[in-house]
């Protein structure tokens, strides 16, 4: 554990055993020990998960109780974190669970309840105020009104521009498909637009949003302004373009050649064949790209609280301002957990819609 | 009947298909042979309107093909291509009710039709009807193939090479389902193939294509015995005529009254079977049965070789 007089001051180090009752710490440590073991000699993937699982649920209580003892009652500026030991710990039984889970093979269906259980779970523990001595959670006490509202700003951001990029990339998609001597230029263009830093393409659409906020007062009257969410959301959008566009493209090109040609000699129209055999069997590829998107969304909007758009990053930034690590935590850890449960989501989703697999595609007579 | 009139595709300044011409008899089937870049496919969605011909004109039963729209007029003409072209995230009934459901048939009618179908092409309904095509045999799919391009009763079915991908045992099952089907249903069949004998066993007529020029369309017969160019003679294979010949004709066609105590062949078998036959066993003569098992006749090696020559 780390121990701070107060939220700035460098931390010391206090070993558990200083900390818990004798008990606990040597019960802390057989379960560990015992985890370990398992991860050494038992080969079964169930044992192995139902093994780092404990490990986890033990660690995370023992962080908790040491918090608890730590502080005194009442208490609202001594900081308790965990310590570097804790992480690397987490870390091992993490990748123990998910090589378990990995060699198991559940079914999608299964992967996003497990997903959904271990949320449930760690938010019920929130919610019972477990971990409230935690710096991390002294953190979101403070900061318990603002943390709600820049979540789902936060989401709304990336979902946002997620969905604008769909509905223009998707169309462009199927153009370039059609009209293969768009790709070179369309892909190319947002190649280019890709490989610009995010604060740079912030600062280069600052310029064109302010100047339109100044002579359209209807823009400036929905919020378009030249720093805040309008440049963040522009700027996301067009990241998210080449994925969706890319995806789109590639997609379609793998639908098996024969199987569009029966479908217009049989005597579908182009927008039969389109909407009832290209789009489906393009789908997986498709919805992949969307993952892709989303999840580099979730991480890139926290760079949107530098131009004021507001978003879990404000954390971050104000907790680097402030050398606060706990506060930069608050806002990095719902980051990395938004991210890895939108990826575990449309994983399964296109898991479900590959069931079929596809011939490959055929060369023309 | 398919009248086809003066054909051409032009791409830029390559000519593809070049002024070619020929009848289609109704319940017949005719083949289109040639080398790969001939432009015998060219031809064949032409007739269905994959490709807009640059001049000329088809007529189907008199009717200028271009007089409805392009999907329409695909709605009534079956189509079926090599690797069968299926929907890979259909199942079997599904694609085989592709085109009823275009034409908005009621859903009784397609599932009977599916139904009869399905019992056709030796596709167990109870087995195979929500099948998805990559759990199904290659000859399996190939037949799922023919059936969605036969569901909705058309008149006239194109084919491109449908046999291309599959083995030569199932090859063969797969040619003599198609004999039945068209001696069943009557339906006018136009199929391309780049091989001599398939075309020689499947077609009524035969038509010759090379570097987009139509050569010849004639009975098989004839382009073996009159070729009308050296390469309909290349084509058709200069140094075993002869036995492409005998293998147009059957014994029964061929058998001529008297017994025989030499082997006994069936009345459907070919003249080259029979020969073949006979060279193997060393007699001089076959006896022919009928379907029903009584003689029908007798074949001498002397007969058969006489059927040989032009």
Known sequence: MVFKTNRIMPGEPRGLQQVLPAWAALGFQAVLLLTAAVAVGVADAKRRLIAALGGVTVLALAVAAAANALTPAGDKVIRVAPGAAFWVLLICLGLLATDAITRMRPGPLVRVLLLALAIAIAGAALAQGTFDNLSVMREYAVNAGRFPVELWRHIWLAGGSLIAAVIVGMPLGILCHRAPRLQPPVLGTLNIIQTIPAIALFGILMAPLGALAARLPAAAALGIRGIGAAPAVVALFLYSLLPIVANTVVGLRRVSHAAVDAALGVGMTPRQVLSGIELPLALPVIITGIRVVLVQNIGMVTVAALIGGGGLGTFVFQGIGQTAVDLVLLGAIPIVVLAFSASVLLDALVEVLDRTPFTAPESAP | ?310
Do not use: C
């Not at chain 2, 042979?33 to 015998?40: D, F, I, N």
């Not at chain 2, 399905?118 to 000859?139: C, K, R, T």
């Not at chain 2, 084919?159 to 991908?165: K, L, S, T, V, Y």
């Open chain 2, 1 to 310: 009947m398919i009248q086809i009139e003066g054909l051409t595709k032009q791409y830029g300044a390559t000519t593809v298909v070049d002024r070619v011409s020929f009848n289609v008899e109704r319940n017949s089937i005719a083949v289109i042979v040639g080398t790969s870049g001939s432009g015998k496919s060219t031809l064949l969605r032409m007739i269905n309107r994959l490709v807009e011909p640059t001049a000329g004109r088809v007529l189907l039963d008199g009717a200028d093909t271009r007089s409805e729209p392009a999907h329409l007029l695909r709605r009534r003409i079956g189509y079926a291509i090599q690797g069968h072209g299926l929907f890979p995230h259909r199942t079997v009934v599904e694609n085989v009710a592709t085109v009823p459901r275009l034409l908005g048939w009621p859903e009784a009618r397609i599932r009977s039709r599916v139904h009869e179908l399905m019992e056709v092409f030796q596709l167990d309904p109870g087995l195979y009807a929500n099948a998805f095509p990559h759990q199904l045999s290659g000859g399996q799919q190939q037949r799922v193939g023919v059936a969605r391009a036969l569901a909705a009763e058309p008149a006239v079915l194109l084919m491109d090479e449908p046999f291309g991908a599959l083995d030569p045992i199932i090859r063969a099952k797969a040619q003599e389902d198609l004999l039945g089907i068209q001696r069943r249903f009557g339906t006018t069949m136009v199929l391309v193939t780049h091989d001599m004998d398939e075309a020689f066993h499947l077609g009524e007529r035969v038509a010759v294509m090379s570097q987009g020029r139509l050569l010849q369309y004639d009975r098989p017969a004839v382009l073996l015995t009159h070729p009308a160019d050296p390469f309909v003679a290349r084509m058709t294979g200069i140094t075993d005529r002869a036995m492409k010949l005998l293998a147009l004709t059957t014994a029964g066609e061929a058998a001529l009254p008297g017994g025989s105590d030499g082997p006994r062949v069936a009345s459907s078998a070919s003249l080259r079977e029979v020969l073949s036959e006979l060279l193997w066993s060393g007699a001089a003569s076959a006896l022919v049965l009928g379907e029903d098992g009584a003689p029908r006749g007798q074949l001498t090696v002397a007969a058969i070789l006489a059927r040989g020559r032009p």
